[in-house]
């Protein structure tokens, strides 16, 4: 191969990957158990099959390192790593195959599974699954690294910090998000670009939400027995490149360009006051159980990377249910971890990270340890610290679930908030005392000290299950399209007929439906705690019945921007109540009173009634069938612009909720002192009411229909 290099120097092991500093590269490789590695380069074309070899001779503490001056952004390279290849003992050296580099900032196009990416010949794999080693070379078929360029100009960028109570969560999927948005050039649907286009960015400013909240875009690799089906790894949930944004999701090219075009996409943000936090995958990467290709950790050093069966190291401890564990106990390992997420805080500017299953990211060698090394870390990084961080608190393995258990600064997915809603609006007897609990802000979870009820992230649905309209609309999962036979996806997921119980006609069954939906977004927006919203739920995106879409890049997942009447007025009320939550905090009022709100029901400010308008008693929580109960809040700052009944800037709000399958009359506090009540909310209505109830009295709250009145002071 002409032109390289002139001179090969010896380098030093940090930086880590590949660096460029305007005059040349250094390179830097982490394996703890190689004999010998070789750092492969390749030209700009992408056919060319010739590969110049650099045997990388200089060793640090087992990181392997060479400068090579010359060398620009956009040079193609990969690695290949030799050593023994002895796979019951977890060594799967293979120097035939070419490799990823793990601190990779991009990488070239789709990553598909191909025949000669595996270390063994697949052909000759018997029942008692001994290991040949494979001598077929995968460099024309393996995606390549790309050196890149990190000057950006970001000056004027500012994070919008925005406190968690002020927060309102947008999960969304890059690419489906824009797919189908016709306002965009085609080749900017699906990408980067897209999602920051002026339609977007107004669409999610109008409709209020603080924070997107982005599937992996980390570089991530389609599995074999999907693309053999003709699907896809559409959520993502597959990183092999974990400094390295999705190539397929740039518009501008993938040499570097989609560096680039992210962090554009993240300034432009920025100035419009929203955050970008992103959903990460740390717990497994795309390499898959032991019969998974050799792309990056495999090769470069198996047993280090990845935790291994005692009894049978060619095996992976498999907590994550993905058929590998990344060893985060591991010093190395943990040091790769936190360097990618200071690299996307610090040189790509996101505001926070989700951590997928982030139980599994605690674990050593002796179980889950809540102060472990990694939560240290974060606790102990003066930039790390300081953003939004998520935790999924569970895994699967033992002892995997830790809900509340997260040290500060984590926030956690509230599974128990959307397992409770949904079973109180499904007409669950014995569940207002859930509700209640979820919707004050979990204190019994989280504790009242601190954050409190901000720690938790409440969801009703997320990317993993039904949509909000699929919720409310299937008995049963409608899995299918998948070619699993309808045995994937949970079964956990709540959904039920709308007729269950009640009217039997259409019309009144989809009356029906469509206040479900609006019972499950007012009560995600008014309840203690930060929401999240799912992508599409605000205006009734469905999935055909699929709640386990994580395979379907088509329609069935993609965002749809044609709506309905119907989906107009959802998205109508959506945006109405994420306007109301800002205008007014009811959690503001909640927050003093400690870990069980149900209890305390008796004090000054806070109290949870019956239907007669009594405090809730200790038996009255504990009686199934009361599926009525409203909470009184005296003396709250508003500004709610609702009507033009009073002036008055301190109001007391009363919120109802009714899981019933018939109406219940609900007496009003007040009447006494002749509150003059005004509607600010009824699920029942598709549109706005504007209605007073005079004299306290009384009101007929709807079947599955959450109600929210005021009065002033």
């Known amino acids: 191969m002409p032109g390289y290099p002139d001179r090969i120097l010896q380098g030093t092991p940090f930086p880590r990957g590949a660096t460029y500093d305007g005059e040349g590269v250094n390179f830097s490789l982490f394996s703890a158990n190689a004999r010998a590695v070789k750092l492969c380069l390749y030209s700009d074309h992408i056919n060319d099959p010739d590969e110049y ?7 640090t ?11 620009k952004p956009g040079q193609r390279y990969g690695y290949r790593v030799d050593g023994p290849y002895d796979p019951k003992n977890g060594d799967r050296f293979n120097v035939n195959k070419l490799l990823i580099d793990p601190y990779a900032k991009a990488i070239e196009g789709r990553i598909d599974f191909k025949d000669h990416m595996f270390d063994y010949e697949r052909a000759l794999l018997n029942e008692k699954d001994k290991f040949v080693k494979s001598g077929h070379d995968n460099s024309v078929e393996m995606n390549k690294c790309i050196v890149i360029d990190p000057a950006y100009d970001w000056a004027g960028d500012r994070p919008p910090r925005i406190p968690m109570k002020d927060t309102v969560i947008y999960e969304m999927h890059t690419r ?6 016709s306002d965009l050039p085609v080749e900017e649907r699906g990408t980067y670009r897209g999602l920051a286009s002026e339609r977007v960015i107004s669409y999610l400013k109008d409709l209020g939400v603080t924070t997107i909240e982005l599937l992996p875009v980390q570089h991530f690799v389609h599995n074999k027995f999907l693309l053999d089906r003709g699907l896809s ?3 993502g949930y597959n990183t092999i490149g974990y400094f390295a944004p999705h190539a397929e999701y740039c518009s501008s090219g993938s040499r570097g360009e989609q560096v680039q075009e992210f962090k554009e996409m993240v300034k432009t943000y920025h100035e419009n006051g929203m955050e970008v936090i992103l959903d990460v995958v740390y717990n497994h990467t795309g390499e898959g159980n032991k019969f998974g290709p050799a792309m990056m950790f495999r090769g470069i050093d198996n047993r280090y990377y990845y935790r291994l069966n005692q009894e049978d190291p060619s095996w992976y401890e498999d907590v994550t249910g993905t058929g590998n564990t990344l060893d985060i106990s591991r010093s190395q390992v943990l040091g790769l971890v936190m360097d990618s997420l200071r690299y996307w805080a610090e040189e790509m500017h996101v505001d926070g990270f989700r951590f997928d299953l982030a139980t599994t990211l605690t674990r050593g060698r002796d179980g889950v340890v809540m102060r472990s090394g990694f939560t240290r870390a974060i606790q102990e990084d003066p930039v790390l610290s300081e953003l939004k961080l998520i935790a999924e608190p569970w895994d699967l393995g033992t002892k995997g679930y830790q809900m509340g258990n997260f040290p500060e600064p984590f926030a956690e997915w509230n599974d128990k908030y ?9 007409g669950d007897e014995s569940q207002t005392e859930q509700l209640a609990h979820r919707f004050s802000g979990s204190y019994d979870l989280f504790g009242s000290k601190d954050k409190g009820a901000f720690r938790g992230i409440n969801f009703v649905t997320a990317h993993d299950g039904f949509t909000l309209h699929d919720l409310v609309s299937y008995n049963r999962k409608y899995n299918e399209s998948n070619l699993e036979g309808n045995n994937d996806g949970e079964d956990h997921n709540f959904s039920w007929n709308s007729g269950d119980e009640g009217p039997t006609n259409a019309r009144e069954v989809n009356r029906l439906r469509e206040a479900r939906k609006r019972s499950l977004i007012a009560t995600l927006l008014l309840s203690n705690g930060v929401p999240m919203l799912c992508h599409g739920d605000e205006y009734g995106r469905t999935q055909e019945g699929n709640n386990n879409a994580y395979c379907q890049d088509n329609e069935i997942t ?3 921007w044609e709506w309905t009447a119907s989906q107009k007025k959802l998205h109508e009320f959506t945006r109405f109540m994420i306007g109301l939550r800002k205008r007014i905090g009811l959690w503001d009022q909640m927050l003093p009173f400690g870990s069980d709100p149900v209890k305390r029901s008796d004090i000054a400010g806070l109290q949870w009634l019956n239907p007669d308008g009594d405090i809730m008693s200790g038996q009255d929580w504990k009686t199934g069938y009361v599926r009525c109960i409203g909470m009184y809040i005296t003396g709250l700052p508003d500004n709610v612009e609702i009507s033009a009944a009073n002036d008055s800037s301190v109001h007391s709000f009363l919120v109802i909720f009714n899981s019933y399958w018939e109406s219940i009359t609900f ?6 002192k002749k509150f003059i009540w005004e509607l600010v909310v009824d699920t029942r209505f598709d549109e706005h009411p504007d209605k007073l109830v005079i004299d306290g009295g009384q009101y007929d709250v709807q079947p599955r229909s959450l109600v929210l009145l005021r009065h002033p002071v």
């Open 53 to 59: 070899v650099v045997d990388v001779l200089s060793v």
């Open 61 to 71: 503490d087992h990181y392997w390192h060479v400068y090579i001056p010359g060398i």
């Open 176 to 181: 489906g998000f824009t797919k189908l948005l």
């Open 233 to 235: 790894n559409y959520w």
């Open 418 to 426: 959307r397992d409770a809603v949904r079973r109180y609006w499904r």
């Open 558 to 560: 993609w965002m749809n």
């Open 667 to 672: 007496n009003l506090p007040g009447s006494d």
